[in-house]
């Protein structure tokens, strides 16, 4: 049984809207179960990236391309560059290949290829932990944990309900709205929410609507409060479902 967002037994209450995706199911004997993987972002990085946030792979389109050694195998820089960026003295094994480089989701993408959901930021590097950083800051070189299973099942909130009823618009397609004001900085926490305005059955959309979940006192019919979405990745934008070929 996935576990539920809402916490308090009353109709359309009790959850933070703008929390990201919040992976609860996968799918029994899939081979990508669990599939986390380490991805990096460069510190020409311009969108901080949290918990929840949709990654896509970096590309000629979605700078910046290329990929990076691991943090534990960086060399000391010399000169000492920017403390934000740990990796400028090159690295001590020298394989730059290891970790791809990946950017936040931008919404109304229609070509950057997905590479999952961040669920964790992986081998903290000594400026994030002296800082205390529970998020990648823009401008930031970081490495990432993303869940890389393309059928993965998550919760995201819907702040107000769609103009055609929910129940009739399930399986069609979605993308997702950001709020600065609600990325919760403290707790590295997403400020993404699913768009009502998007759902439609466009091909390039990001996200497929499965249902509304199975957590008592969630209405989709409330204008007040909003509710709680069930979604999976749209497989032909994902790089482990159908997406297409890009070099990065």
């Known amino acids: 049984m996935p576990a539920p967002i809402i916490n308090f037994p009353i109709l359309g209450g009790g959850f933070r809207h703008f929390s990201g995706l919040l992976p609860v199911q996968r799918m029994s004997g899939d081979v990508h179960h669990a599939s986390v993987r380490t991805f990096h972002v460069p510190v020409t990085n311009t969108q901080a990236i949290f918990r929840g946030d949709i990654v896509v792979m970096a590309d000629a389109t979605h700078p910046t391309q290329g990929a990076e050694d691991l943090p534990?195998?960086?060399?000391?820089?010399?000169?000492?560059?920017?403390?934000?960026?740990?990796?400028?003295?090159?690295?001590?094994?020298?394989?730059?290949?290891?970790?791809?480089?990946?950017?936040r989701w931008t919404p109304g993408d229609t070509t950057g290829l997905i590479a999952g959901v961040v669920v964790g930021f992986g081998q903290t590097t000594l400026w994030m932990a002296k800082n205390g950083f529970q998020y990648v800051p823009a401008g930031m070189e970081a490495w990432l944990f993303v869940d890389t299973d393309p059928q993965v099942?998550?919760?995201?909130?819907v702040p107000t309900p769609p103009t055609l009823a929910f129940n009739l618009q399930l399986n069609a397609g979605a993308d997702v709205l950001t709020s600065t004001a609600n990325q919760a900085i403290k707790f590295g926490v997403s400020g993404v929410a699913l768009n009502p305005a998007t759902i439609a059955l466009t091909a390039t959309l990001p996200l497929r609507i499965l249902d509304s979940g199975m957590t008592i006192g969630n209405d989709p019919a409330n204008p007040q409060a909003g509710f709680v979405a069930r979604v999976t990745f749209n497989s032909n934008r994902h790089y482990r479902g159908n997406g297409p070929f890009v070099a990065t």
């Open 72 to 103: 534990h195998n960086i060399a000391r820089p010399v000169p000492a560059p920017s403390v934000a960026n740990p990796g400028f003295g090159g690295t001590g094994i020298g394989n730059t290949s290891m970790a791809p480089n990946v950017v």
């Open 153 to 157: 099942d998550m919760y995201i909130t």
